[in-house]
């Protein structure tokens, strides 16, 4: 990436940071009062979409090629872009890559938006 690429966070999101989260062409920073900005391209409206509502009281974030998942302090999530998602009530966690969507609920589930993805899928692994 060259200088003319570089995503430039404003000041007021530069300091007081305590969580920031990225993804090729967009960032995301959360500040110690869990507010949160995020900056970039905005392709496919993962930026733009995001109602100020989902900009306070923010626990996590986390970005993918197409979307922009935010959970709130309530433990709820709501996922903006390409393809929105949600809103989600009773989440402890959130990945989005591509156009996939998964989530972890209170009760330790996982659950995912793409239905040919299965749970256990996500967990079995080669090694022997």
Same mark, same amino acid.
């Given at each position: 990436?060259?200088?003319?690429?570089?995503?430039?966070?404003?000041?007021?999101?530069?300091?007081?940071?305590?969580?920031?989260?990225?993804?090729?062409?967009?960032?995301?920073?959360?500040?110690?009062?869990?507010?949160?900005?995020?900056?970039?391209?905005?392709?496919?409206?993962?930026?733009?979409?995001?109602?100020?509502?989902?900009?306070? @009281?923010?626990?996590? *974030?986390?970005?993918? #090629?197409?979307? &922009? =998942?935010? !959970?709130? /302090? %309530? $433990?709820?999530?709501? +996922?903006?872009?390409?393809?929105?998602?949600?809103?989600?009530? @009773?989440?402890?966690? *959130?990945?989005?890559? #591509?156009?996939? &969507? =998964?989530? !972890?609920? /209170? %009760? $330790?589930?996982?659950? +995912?938006?793409?239905?040919?993805?299965?749970?256990?899928?996500?967990?079995?692994?080669?090694?022997?």
């Amino acid at each position: 990436m060259n200088s003319d690429d570089q995503i430039s966070i404003s000041d007021d999101y530069s300091h007081n940071v305590r969580d920031i989260s990225l993804k090729r062409d967009n960032t995301c920073v959360i500040k110690l009062d869990n507010t949160a900005k995020c900056y970039g391209k905005d392709e496919y409206k993962q930026v733009s979409s995001i109602s100020n509502d989902w900009l306070i @009281n923010v626990k996590s *974030i986390s970005i993918g #090629d197409y979307n &922009i =998942c935010i !959970i709130n /302090l %309530n $433990n709820n999530a709501q +996922c903006f872009g390409k393809n929105p998602y949600g809103p989600i009530s @009773n989440i402890l966690n *959130i990945a989005t890559s #591509d156009e996939i &969507i =998964c989530y !972890i609920n /209170l %009760n $330790n589930q996982v659950t +995912c938006n793409d239905n040919s993805i299965l749970p256990d899928d996500i967990f079995k692994s080669n090694v022997n």
